[in-house]
Each structure stands twice: as structure tokens, then as C-alpha cells.
């Protein structure tokens, strides 16, 4: 997190969900596009899922901050 470089953590998370191409798809789509806000259901590799929600962080001045995600 310190280093600003998420590459190991969607390595990991792409084990983890049931389609990790579409998963990576949206996550790309959505730093693409900075004001995006998303609402998705990740399917797991185990069956369960999870709710995901996604918005951009904006600063009081106008600049974007990065993207939040709530799970």
C-alpha cells in the first residue's frame, strides 16, 4: 500500500473470486474511468459472494484522491 501498487493484492484476490478475467476487467474499467461509481456482485471461487461498491474520492477542491471500495 505504501508503494501506491496494488499488483500483488489482485494477484492474490484473482484466486479468490470464481472469474478472475471479469474481475480484473472491472477493476481496470474502473480506474480508467475516475468518475465511475459501481455497484457489483463478486462471485468467489467457493460459492459465496460478495457485495462490492465502488466510488471516487474527490477532494473539497475538485482533484481526485483515487478510488474507495467497500466490500
Not at 501498487?5 to 480484473?24: A, H, I, N
Not at 468518475?35 to 482533484?63: H, M, N, T, W
Request: aromatic share 16%.
Amino acid at each position: 500500500m505504501e508503494q501506491n501498487d496494488d499488483t500483488k493484492v489482485l494477484e492474490y484476490v484473482t484466486t479468490q473470486v470464481k472469474y478472475p478475467d471479469e474481475f480484473l476487467n472491472r477493476v481496470r474499467y474502473l480506474y480508467e474511468h475516475e468518475s465511475e461509481k459501481s455497484i457489483d456482485q463478486v462471485a468467489l471461487a467457493d460459492g459465496r459472494y460478495f457485495d462490492r461498491y465502488s466510488s471516487p474520492l474527490i477532494s473539497e477542491g475538485g482533484a481526485s484522491l483515487g478510488r474507495i471500495w467497500f466490500f
